[in-house]
């Protein structure tokens, strides 16, 4: 069946250091992939998103590559700040109308 | 942009007792919602999809009985738990997908910004 893995942390870095979040997809056909953030206490804000092999989602200086050929969707930062502490999951969707399915979600802590 | 709102954002209620949440979208129509269930230091859980005009879809596991869905019109879905227990305590997420057609889909949903449910 379609799942997402994820490094489950939690991961503690410190402030200007380089991020990667692993995530890996298991799926059939061509999935679209996405990175979401959660902020303590709130809930999902849609991070970045890509829908076809070798797309490259970015935002907020976040990047991630869809590679179909080693099934990833690895997320990355240059230099973290404290403000990116929060729990980002990945996650895939297979259709339109159809539930997404999550991995199981890394938390990062950034120290100043 | 189009958003997905959800209420109450946070309730308090007494074991026993039903609560009802509510999920919209605004400016666009939603015929499928999805209601997931997040416990804390975990991932989104789905509990069902929720379909306009028709039953709501339950996944394995969960009771129809207790989590009751009601698609009442094309932006309104609402879920109420009833008879609520301590173990019903958790922060509930409705999402919609985006009204998108044919080959440029993203398969994007907008998410809810979540109820937080505590049972005492």
């Known amino acids: 069946g379609n799942s997402v893995t994820q490094m489950e942390g939690p991961v503690t870095l410190s402030e200007e250091a380089f991020l990667t979040i692993n995530c890996t997809y298991t799926?059939?056909?061509?999935?679209?992939l996405f990175w979401y953030v959660q902020y303590p206490g709130e809930g999902l804000q849609l991070l970045l998103k890509?829908?076809?092999?070798?797309d490259k989602g970015s935002n907020k200086g976040f990047e991630a590559t869809y590679r179909k050929e080693t099934t990833s969707f690895h997320l990355e930062k240059g230099s973290v700040q404290v403000s990116d502490s929060a729990v980002y999951f990945c996650?895939?969707?297979?259709?339109?109308?159809?539930?997404?399915?999550f991995g199981p979600g890394t938390s990062l802590s950034v120290i100043p | 942009g189009a958003v997905v709102s959800q209420h109450p954002s946070w309730v308090i209620c007494k074991s026993g007792t039903s609560v009802k949440i509510e999920c919209r979208s605004l400016?666009?129509?939603?015929?499928?919602m999805f209601w997931y269930r997040q416990f804390p230091k975990q991932s989104l859980m789905l509990m069902a999809t929720?379909?306009?005009?028709?039953?709501?879809?339950?996944e394995q596991g969960v009771e129809k009985d207790k989590f009751l869905i009601n698609h009442a019109s094309l932006t309104l879905s609402t879920l109420t738990v009833t008879s609520a227990h301590p173990e019903d305590s958790s922060f509930y997420i409705c999402?919609?997908?985006?009204?998108?057609?044919?080959?440029?889909?993203?398969?994007?949903?907008?998410f809810g910004p979540g109820t937080r449910l505590t049972v005492t």
């Open positions: 999402s919609a997908p985006l009204p998108e057609t044919g080959l440029l889909s993203s398969y994007e949903q907008y």
């Open positions: 799926a059939t056909g061509y999935p679209s």
């Open positions: 890509a829908t076809k092999a070798d």
């Open positions: 996650a895939l969707g297979k259709a339109s109308y159809d539930k997404v399915i």
């Open positions: 400016d666009f129509q939603a015929t499928t």
């Open positions: 929720s379909n306009e005009g028709s039953k709501a879809t339950y």
